[in-house]
């Protein structure tokens, strides 16, 4: 086999995106079961970078407040251990690949560890959605974190979905 640059790529990505790809460890830091909230759960990890990432996974009700949507929303962002309020949504022009794999092990354990032991209705929510933010700042404009974020979950068995919302937010829908 001739190995040129198009295929040490193809070599490099599939070795990257493998199931088995590396993630950093991670902690079940806010269950919400135990502050009388089971919708929300937050999960902290820290990176090679000396990042701290906050991974929120929650539930929503309607707009008119009594009904569930029937989905998880999940969100994650860096934060500063001496403000825990001052969530950062922004890139960090790190690229590290393994802070996504994380974030999917985080939602296999979620599924795996927590929901089951969720009151009704939440234990039986098995939609979830995911913002995946835009590299060029044109809403609708930039699918590439979005397609690679899909071909992750893809190799990790999980099929989905990209949508746009109305405010031109990519959207990233999948059930586990």
């Known amino acids: 086999m001739k190995l040129n640059r198009k295929t040490l790529r193809k070599l490099i990505l599939k070795e990257i995106f493998e199931k088995g790809a590396a993630a950093y460890k991670f902690v079940h830091a806010v269950d919400g079961r135990q502050r009388g909230r089971p919708e929300a759960h937050e999960y902290t990890f820290k990176t090679d970078h000396d990042l701290t990432y906050l991974v929120f996974i929650y539930a929503k009700k309607q707009n008119t407040g009594d009904e569930w949507t029937g ?19 922004d890139l960090t022009g790190k690229h590290d690949i393994k802070v996504l794999n994380t974030v999917i092990q985080v939602v296999k354990d979620f599924v795996s560890n927590v929901r089951p032991t969720l009151p009704d209705p939440l234990y039986t929510f098995t939609h979830f959605k995911c913002e995946a933010q835009q590299e060029r ?28 919302d109305e405010y031109g937010s990519i959207i990233i829908e999948f059930v586990i």
């Open 71 to 89: 989905s998880w929303d999940v969100s994650f962002s860096t934060i500063d251990l001496q403000d825990p309020l001052d969530v950062n949504m």
């Open 137 to 164: 700042g044109i809403p609708g404009g930039d699918t590439r974190r979005g397609r690679i974020y899909q071909y992750m979950l893809k190799k990790q068995g999980i099929s989905s979905e990209l949508s746009l």
